[in-house]
């Protein structure tokens, strides 16, 4: 018995673009032989879809919508996910489409990510379907976590899941799945959501392991792809491949910046090049994946910039094509400053000043957005987000960070992995030492840690939610640990008011990692 698996980028709320997809696969499917083709959770939804789960229209919708792709399932059986209410309440559901009829629904019983928990209720869990004389236990999303008892006459398991990539889970994955696919003695198949939905990236990497735990069938990472597997066949076993952590992020960004151009309807984008890493990476991968045509920039420099940092914003725009505009800064910043002598009166400069520089720049790309119609691109990075290295309503404005849920040292490997064929990002951008230059010979090590130090602290506290000690007992030094403990939790007000980061990691500042605003800090030391 063949089974067909389609790994398809949906759109939330586009029934007839996805309506369009699914029945074509289905024909496809049907040509190829399959007896059984599976879409992914909530395929005819998309995902996630939050509070339009409680929507009625929304939900009749995904109704109709299954009415439809039933009629193309004759001959056929068709597993397919959907958000389906019942008795009021909307639970994640995976219909089973028997030549053309609805037979059933089976619904996912562990609700437990923060995206679906306040939208989904429980419902009974995975249920078997019969087919061409195979038992196939049908799974959706975490349930397949549970400890199942799947009893010794199961062919096949099939999962449909829509899992977020994060640096890691794909290997993470083949591991996992080739442990129960051994353990059960069953073929096991995982179809996967794919595409980016705001700031999330489904990775898809969608597979099949027979029941020695060997991978037959890996569909591509971060692309659509389709594959027909026939069931305890002589398919040869695959060698999976070692997963290139800088490849893989840097796929995972440009599918969620082209689809959040896309699926908004967006077109140009513009951003300000300084002349510093961030920025320059957020460039080159803007121009790739949204065409140089359709980038603009701006290098504001101020009496503070060095000449290197203009000539190296030059260097990249001139390399990637794309239009740039200098706008320099300090006859604002003096108007600014004049403007405030009366107020500031008998106090010092201070950060304050520091502060106006990157607010104007925050306004002047700002203005330039208004004036176009460009999209703004953040170019904050984890790292500064995490300790509030970063002016608010300056460096942080933006529609969409493609960097903050990097840390900074991970951005110079993504910066390596885009010059891997040859020099994009200037390398005197690589080399030199990082800098917000807003004063004179100003370095960011003047404020924090150097970054493999703050780093390596910062994704021990956010990422495996280590304590001070266990930090320090690990060889770090206490004071700095210390400083960076302070800083990470006296900048949450800030993450708050921060534009939508794509994830990537573990855990996502604002996302994953979410914390009161007024409370003290020192019940955590």
């Known amino acids: 018995?063949?089974?067909?698996?389609?790994?398809?980028?949906?759109?939330?709320?586009?029934?007839?673009?996805?309506?369009?997809?699914?029945?074509?696969?289905?024909?496809?499917?049907?040509?190829?032989?399959?007896?059984?083709?599976?879409?992914?959770?909530?395929?005819?939804?998309?995902?996630?879809?939050?509070?339009?789960?409680?929507?009625?229209?929304?939900?009749?919708?995904?109704?109709?919508?299954?009415?439809?792709?039933?009629?193309?399932?004759?001959?056929?059986?068709?597993?397919?996910?959907?958000?389906l209410q019942i008795d009021n309440s909307?639970?994640?559901?995976?219909?089973?489409?028997?030549?053309?009829?609805?037979?059933?629904?089976i619904g996912k019983q562990n609700v437990i990510s923060r995206d679906e928990s306040y939208h989904l209720a429980r419902s009974h869990g995975y249920e078997f379907?019969?087919?061409?004389?195979?038992?196939?236990?049908?799974?959706?999303?975490?349930?397949?976590?549970?400890?199942?008892?799947?009893?010794?006459?199961?062919?096949?398991?099939?999962?449909?899941?829509?899992?977020?990539?994060?640096?890691?889970?794909?290997?993470?994955?083949?591991?996992?799945?080739?442990?129960?696919?051994?353990?059960?003695?069953?073929?096991?198949?995982?179809?996967?959501?794919?595409?980016?939905?705001?700031?999330?990236?489904?990775?898809?990497?969608s597979f099949v392991f027979n029941r020695k735990g060997e991978a037959v069938a890996l569909l591509k990472s971060f692309e659509e792809d389709y594959a027909v597997f026939e069931v305890d066949s002589d398919m040869p076993a695959l060698r999976i491949p070692e997963q290139d952590k800088a490849r893989n992020v840097y796929r995972a960004i440009k599918l969620g910046?082209?689809?959040?151009?896309v699926k908004n309807g967006f077109k140009k984008a513009c951003l300000g090049l300084s002349g510093g890493i961030d920025s320059a990476v957020?460039?080159?991968?803007?121009?790739?994946?949204?065409?140089?045509?359709?980038?603009?920039?701006?290098?504001?420099?101020?009496?503070?910039?060095?000449?290197?940092?203009?000539?190296?914003?030059?260097?990249?725009?001139?390399?990637?094509?794309?239009?740039?505009?200098?706008?320099?800064?300090?006859?604002?910043?003096?108007?600014?400053?004049?403007?405030?002598?009366?107020v500031f009166s008998g106090v010092d400069q201070d950060v304050t000043e520091e502060n106006i520089q990157s607010r104007i720049r925050g306004v002047l790309i700002m203005a330039l957005s208004n004036k176009y119609g460009y999209i703004v691109l953040n170019t904050s990075n984890k790292s500064e987000c995490a300790v509030g290295y970063g002016t608010m309503y300056g460096d942080t404005v933006g529609a969409l960070s493609?960097?903050?849920?990097?840390?900074?040292?991970?951005?110079?490997?993504?910066?390596?992995?885009?010059?891997?064929?040859?020099?994009?990002?200037?390398?005197?951008?690589?080399?030199?030492?990082?800098?917000?230059e807003l004063r004179p010979d100003h370095k960011d090590s003047d404020s924090l840690p150097l970054y493999d130090i703050l780093d390596a602290i910062l994704y021990r506290l956010i990422e495996e939610n280590q304590t001070i000690e266990e930090i320090t007992t690990a060889g770090f030094e206490n004071d700095t640990v210390h400083k960076v403990f302070r800083m990470l939790?006296?900048?949450?007000?800030?993450?708050?008011?921060?534009?939508?980061?794509?994830?990537?990691?573990?855990?996502?500042?604002?996302?994953?990692r979410i914390l009161p605003l007024t409370y003290n800090h020192s019940c955590l030391l």
Not at 5 to 24: S, V, W
Not at 257 to 261: E, G, Q
């Open 129 to 205: 379907v019969r087919v061409e004389g195979r038992n196939i236990a049908v799974v959706l999303g975490s349930d397949i976590y549970s400890e199942h008892d799947f009893g010794n006459d199961v062919d096949v398991i099939v999962r449909l899941k829509s899992t977020r990539y994060s640096r890691g889970i794909i290997e993470k994955r083949y591991d996992f799945y080739s442990k129960i696919a051994y353990k059960t003695n069953s073929n096991v198949i995982a179809v996967n959501q794919l595409g980016g939905q705001t700031d999330i990236v489904y990775d898809g990497s």
């Open 257 to 261: 910046l082209k689809d959040y151009f």
């Open 282 to 342: 957020v460039c080159a991968l803007a121009a790739e994946v949204l065409g140089p045509e359709n980038i603009h920039v701006l290098m504001m420099p101020s009496q503070y910039s060095s000449d290197h940092s203009v000539e190296d914003a030059v260097k990249l725009a001139e390399t990637l094509g794309i239009k740039y505009d200098i706008v320099p800064i300090p006859g604002i910043f003096d108007s600014v400053n004049n403007s405030l002598t009366e």
């Open 1 to 83: 018995m063949k089974i067909a698996i389609a790994q398809l980028n949906y759109t939330i709320g586009d029934f007839e673009g996805n309506k369009e997809k699914i029945i074509c696969h289905i024909r496809k499917a049907r040509k190829d032989g399959a007896k059984v083709v599976m879409f992914s959770e909530q395929a005819i939804s998309g995902r996630p879809a939050y509070d339009l789960l409680n929507d009625i229209v929304f939900l009749e919708k995904c109704n109709e919508t299954l009415s439809e792709i039933a009629k193309e399932s004759s001959d056929i059986t068709t597993i397919i996910g959907l958000p």
């Open 90 to 105: 909307t639970i994640s559901a995976a219909a089973i489409i028997h030549n053309g009829k609805i037979s059933r629904f």
């Open 489 to 512: 939790m006296a900048n949450e007000y800030k993450r708050y008011q921060f534009c939508p980061v794509l994830r990537l990691s573990t855990c996502t500042l604002g996302t994953d």
């Open 402 to 436: 493609i960097l903050g849920d990097l840390y900074k040292t991970e951005v110079y490997e993504l910066a390596r992995h885009i010059n891997r064929k040859g020099e994009i990002i200037p390398q005197n951008t690589i080399n030199k030492e990082p800098s917000a």
